[in-house]
């Protein structure tokens, strides 16, 4: 009975230890995930509020939080203003916030 015993507690830590590693590695990959966190670009378009007219054009100008193209960015257009908390606004989007780092396809170099 005492082997008996011995097996199964055998077979019970045999089976733990790989257990224990994935919850390990699974607490090591959330901790990389809060790391990329802090590199997430600013995001100043929030979808959840905006009306259908607004979401309608920024899809038919094919706005993006992110400018494919660094020199032509929103903070280097003719209807970009700036505005405190580091988004801005559009003169196109009716004064909407737009990134400074965002891109449309109605860019046009601020002079
Ligand atoms: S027109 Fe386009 S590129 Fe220019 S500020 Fe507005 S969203 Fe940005």
Known sequence: MDKTMSRRAVLLRALQLPL?????????ACDAGGDAREGVALVCADPDTMTS???SVR?????SEQSPDSN???????FFSAAQG???SCSIFDGNVVN???HCDSWSAAS
């Open 100 to 102: 400074p780092a965002g």
């Open 20 to 28: 224990a590693g994935s919850v390990l590695l699974g607490l090591s």
């Open 72 to 78: 032509k960015a929103c903070s280097g257009c003719a």
């Open 86 to 88: 580091g988004c801005g």
């Open 59 to 63: 899809r038919t100008l094919r706005y």
């Open 53 to 55: 007219a607004q979401e």
